[in-house]
């Protein structure tokens, strides 16, 4: 499979040990090749280069949609922001989650966030910067237009981990 300029920097500072969660910023509905869309690219990439057991696609209207399970049999998609949480702070499976709509998520301004929202957005934030999380095999990629439509909770100044971020509009297409 070939990689992108930037999914080769995803690739070396996972493998490295030095993040686990990620921004992808820029065009996202985008093509990463010439014949794969940015987001499919992510899942194929996830599944056949580093081996992830379970993979999911998970916006705040659908919830999760998987790609892969680990038990093909179970029902998983649907399942809420709360849950991947618990699950990605679960040491037992390699698990894989790409957000999508993080800014209609977490929007920058907390007056327009509902309590509901502003539950998610620090359970999310307590789950990232978890010792379980930072030390697990799983993974969380966050993709957005713009990395300053997201919640300043999720800047790196203020992130006890390391939240690696590229913009994919400014790499070349094959």
């Not at 179970?74 to 809420?80: D, K, R």
């Not at 800047?155 to 939240?163: L, M, P």
Request: proline letters at 1%; charged letters at 25%.
């Amino acid at each position: 499979m070939y990689k992108t300029r930037w999914i080769k920097e995803l690739d070396n500072r996972y493998k490295s040990g030095i993040a686990n969660a990620f921004i992808i910023a820029g065009n996202i509905g985008d093509y990463a090749l010439a014949d794969i869309k940015i987001d499919n690219y992510i899942g194929q990439y996830l599944d056949e280069v580093l081996g992830f057991e379970e993979i999911a696609f998970f916006d705040i209207i659908n919830g999760s949609t998987y790609m892969k399970k680990k038990d093909p049999e179970s029902n998983n998609n649907g399942e809420s922001l709360s849950n991947i949480c618990y699950k990605l702070k679960d040491l037992s499976s390699k698990r894989a989650y790409i957000i999508s709509y993080t800014a209609q998520m977490m929007p920058t301004e907390d007056r327009m966030m509902n309590d509901t929202d502003k539950k998610n957005l620090i359970t999310l934030h307590k789950t990232l910067n978890s010792k379980e999380f930072s030390t697990s095999d799983n993974m969380i990629i966050f993709l957005c237009e713009s990395v300053k439509d997201m919640h300043s909770m999720f800047d790196n100044s203020r992130f006890d981990g390391d939240i690696s971020q590229w913009d994919v509009s400014k790499v070349a297409h094959m």
